[in-house]
């Protein structure tokens, strides 16, 4: 079994020890999150030439999950990138496309400085297209699932708005018939998110 398929059975079985009733309890609330994904930090900014993106992001919080002691916070979430113009005599970038599923775990929640925050880690599942803004023939497209991880913090600003910092790493293996370049082929997708949240 590989790891996307082991992540993947893990997160399953993760939600089976989910008892139906915390659904319906008032604590537990939808969130929507919205801001940038900053990629200057990884590999995406050499394929896109741009540093940044818009990132949504959109999850259900699980306050004392089952028996686990624990908060999960289960999310899907996308953003794109749009490529940089390449030219035939200089570097080729590529417009990314990305969609991203998680589960954090809230492993400490306190105060600092008399701000809540809420500390959160947790896997994530990505699936990365990236196409040539050159070529419309020629593409990164590999459509597998990658395994990646995140961690980062929210900090509630009012009871119904939060901030959120993360950092994302993942993978990006793309199909072997596809020829190898440097920083851009095979890729390891790092970036940061810089997010406001509203909880429902």
């Known amino acids: ?6 992540v993947t059975a893990a997160l399953l079985g993760l939600a089976a020890f989910l008892p139906a009733r915390v659904f319906g309890q008032d604590t537990t609330h939808l ?3 919205a801001g940038l994904a900053l990629t200057s930090m990884g590999q995406l900014h050499g394929m896109t030439g741009k540093a940044s993106a818009p990132s949504f992001e959109g999850a259900c919080y699980l306050p ?5 002691g624990l908060d999960l916070v289960p999310y899907v979430g ?4 749009s490529g940089a113009d390449s030219t035939a005599t200089g570097p080729e970038y590529y417009t990314v496309s990305a969609w ?25 599942l990505h699936s990365f297209i990236g196409q040539s803004t050159l070529s419309q023939t020629n593409s990164l497209t590999n459509k597998q699932w990658k395994l990646g991880w995140r961690a980062g913090f929210d900090v509630a600003i009012t009871s119904t708005w939060f901030a959120s910092l993360e950092l994302t790493a993942s993978e990006w293996r793309s199909e072997s018939s596809q020829a190898k370049k440097q920083n851009i082929n095979p890729n390891n997708p790092v970036y940061a998110g810089i997010m406001v949240g509203y909880r429902l």
Do not use: C, H, S
């Open 1 to 6: 079994m590989n790891m996307e398929k082991l």
């Open 31 to 33: 969130q929507i999150k």
């Open 78 to 81: 996308t953003f794109r990138i």
């Open 100 to 124: 991203r599923f998680g589960l954090d775990m809230v492993w400490y929640r306190g105060k600092i400085a008399g701000t809540p925050v809420a500390f959160r880690t947790g896997p994530a």
């Open 64 to 68: 004392n999950a089952g028996n686990l």
